[in-house]
């Protein structure tokens, strides 16, 4: 073992020592499925998401005398997610496009948290825009190439019909502007964005150019997305 992979290596150990022991808290971003978690609800000429289901084999019983087990069914994108980019149209054709060829340490890596959840409390369609991020930047610095970008909006909090926010014209909730995604993934190079919200779009995303422009820029780039933290 040469030094800089024993200095990872102890660097490694020293981290998980350190989650175990308290030193380093471990913060757990995603909800608890149940049958009435929201799922996101498309136009009805589409095919629909379908809930979280569970379904009891057994509890120490007939069915199985010393052991309790479940099946359960749901949308591969019902509760907390991630979009490989083959889920999307401008991200089918490339390479290691799907969860099973990502490379494991792509799904680790440092992430900046931008706190849009004063303006999300003014406003149900607040965006993240290239201003937005830049004011961040002015405080926290640049965000650096290959790095998650979590937008906090606080939407977790909400729940049932509050969190969908489904109006006559559609969904309403936060999420980035067109601009301010391709700021993101263009000139800051981002591994991924994350939202709290049940897709990477704003809710009326689809009236955007592109339609749905955090999908489109994002796995149009080989870029990863993250939904319902």
Same mark, same amino acid.
């Given at each position: 073992?040469?030094?800089?992979?024993?200095?990872?290596?102890?660097?490694?150990?020293?981290?998980?020592?350190?989650?175990a022991?308290?030193?380093?808290?471990?913060?757990?971003?995603?909800?608890?499925?149940?049958?009435?978690?929201?799922?996101?609800?498309?136009?009805?000429?589409?095919?629909?998401?379908?809930?979280?289901?569970?379904? @009891?084999?057994?509890?120490?019983?007939?069915?199985?005398?010393?052991?309790?087990?479940?099946?359960?069914?749901?949308c591969e994108?019902?509760?907390?997610h991630?979009?490989?980019?083959?889920?999307w149209?401008?991200?089918?054709?490339?390479?290691?496009?799907?969860v099973?060829?990502?490379?494991?340490?792509?799904f680790?890596g440092?992430?900046?948290?931008?706190?849009?959840?004063?303006g999300?409390?003014?406003?149900?369609?607040f965006?993240?825009?290239?201003?937005?991020?830049?004011?961040?930047?002015?405080?926290y610095?640049?965000?650096?190439?290959?790095?998650?970008?979590?937008m906090r909006?606080?939407?977790?909090?909400?729940?049932?019909?509050?969190?969908?926010?489904?109006c006559?014209?559609?969904?309403?909730?936060?999420?980035?502007?067109?601009?301010?995604?391709?700021?993101?993934v263009?000139?800051?190079?981002i591994?991924?964005?994350?939202? @709290?919200?049940?897709?990477t779009?704003?809710?009326?995303?689809?009236?955007?150019?592109?339609?749905?422009?955090?999908?489109?820029?994002?796995?149009?780039?080989?870029?990863?997305?993250?939904?319902?933290?």
């Open positions: 073992m040469n030094v800089t992979n024993s200095q990872d290596h102890h660097a490694l150990t020293n981290l998980a020592s350190a989650m022991n308290g030193e380093v808290a471990t913060v757990d971003l995603t909800h608890t499925l149940d049958p009435d978690f929201p799922v996101i609800i498309l136009p009805p000429e589409f095919g629909q998401c379908a809930r979280f289901r569970m379904e @009891e084999i057994s509890a120490y019983d007939h069915r199985g005398p010393a052991w309790k087990w479940h099946n359960f069914s749901c994108h019902t509760g907390t991630f979009d490989a980019p083959i889920h149209i401008s991200g089918r054709d490339l390479p290691n496009n799907s099973d060829e990502i490379p494991v340490e792509r680790i440092p992430a900046c948290v931008i706190d849009c959840s004063e999300a409390a003014r406003d149900d369609d965006e993240l825009t290239p201003e937005v991020i830049e004011a961040w930047e002015a405080d610095g640049r965000i650096p190439p290959d790095c998650w970008v979590l909006t606080d939407w977790s909090k909400r729940s049932g019909a509050a969190y969908l926010n489904m006559d014209d559609g969904p309403h909730s936060p999420g980035p502007s067109p601009e301010g995604i391709r700021l993101l263009e000139q800051r190079d591994r991924g964005f994350g939202v @709290e919200t049940v897709g779009d704003a809710g009326q995303g689809q009236h955007y150019t592109p339609p749905f422009p955090a999908h489109y820029t994002l796995h149009g780039n080989n870029k990863y997305g993250l939904q319902c933290l």
